[in-house]
């Protein structure tokens, strides 16, 4: 189905869901973020591998054709204590182990990241490879229990991500950056702290993510810079009767142990 139009503006619909609730959506979406990752010459980065289709802790927002046989951009958000560490972790563990430390700090009371986030260039300009699924992703986080979500963001993301309330820890890499996905590309480690209340988000985008976690399924005109983009919101996760935070937390705990033990014996070596 090509790209729909009402008006002159691209019509969309953004829906949320648990990665292995949907295989078949979860391969649409890393056939399109690859064909984005390819186009700024990046073959392969940690957060693009697969294995997250088969995290229970993994969830997945979808840009879409109404008909969900088009996809146009997406965004996943990974709660800690899963099947696999945070991508976070796997991107810069090797290079400071303290982000290890770090997560687990934050896991303890429930914690996750958002990553993954890219869109086509069809619909290159409308926000939704920016400011509209990091305000869906902030929204769901709450559906999923968890109070914080950590990011690893490029240094022209960095701006939008502290509007909606992220901000930089420098407690890891130089001064919070890293050489990521390439040693040419610099990737910034933020922490939104207070998913709950948004107490660091400007006014507008705490307002339209309180607006989206009170209206989930919703039809919306969003702007940005003067382009109209009409999306069809149904942000509800489904199956979430089958998801426990607090088991998930449990099992954290054994993995980070692990990851500190690994350490401790690499210090000896």
Same mark, same amino acid.
């Given at each position: 189905?090509?790209?729909l139009?009402?008006?002159?503006r ?5 829906r949320?869901?648990?990665?292995i ?10 056939e ?19 294995e ?6 993994s969830?997945?927002?979808?840009? &879409?054709?109404?008909?969900g $046989? ?5 965004? *996943? ?11 976070? &972790? ?17 896991a ?17 300009g ?13 929204a769901i ?25 992220? *901000? ?24 939104m ?6 107490? &660091?988000?400007?006014? $507008? ?16 005109? &969003?702007t940005?810079?003067?382009k ?13 009767? *089958? ?18 033990t ?8």
């Amino acid at each position: 189905m090509a790209l729909l139009f009402n008006d002159g503006r691209p019509v969309v619909r953004l829906r949320a869901f648990r990665a292995i609730d949907d295989p078949t959506t979860c391969e649409r979406f890393i056939e399109g973020h690859a064909h984005v990752l390819t186009a700024i010459g990046v073959k392969k980065v940690t957060s693009s591998k697969n294995e997250w289709m088969y995290n229970p802790a993994s969830f997945v927002l979808i840009v &879409e054709s109404l008909d969900g $046989e088009k996809v146009y951009g997406g965004v *996943r958000i990974h709660a800690a204590g899963g099947s696999e560490p945070l991508p976070i &972790e796997q991107a810069t563990g090797a290079m400071d182990a303290r982000i290890y430390d770090l997560v687990y700090d934050y896991a303890l009371h429930g914690t996750g990241e958002g990553c993954g986030l890219w869109n086509s260039r069809e619909i290159a300009g409308y926000g939704i490879g920016s400011i509209f699924l990091t305000r869906a992703g902030a929204a769901i986080s709450t559906q999923i229990g968890i109070k914080s979500l950590f990011a690893l963001c490029a240094p022209y993301t960095v701006k939008l991500a502290e509007s909606v309330g992220y *901000r930089i820890d420098t407690s890891v890499g130089n001064n919070g950056t890293f050489y990521y996905p390439k040693l040419d590309l610099v990737a910034t480690v933020m922490i939104m702290r207070n998913l709950d209340t948004l107490t &660091e988000a400007d006014q $507008e985008n705490k307002e339209a993510i309180f607006s989206l976690r009170n209206n989930s399924n919703i039809v919306r005109i &969003e702007t940005l810079r003067n382009k109209e983009i009409e999306i069809h919101y149904q942000i509800d996760i489904p199956n979430l009767d *089958r998801w426990d935070l607090e088991e998930v937390i449990k099992n954290l705990q054994h993995t980070s142990a692990d990851h500190n033990t690994d350490q401790r014996n690499l210090n000896i070596l």
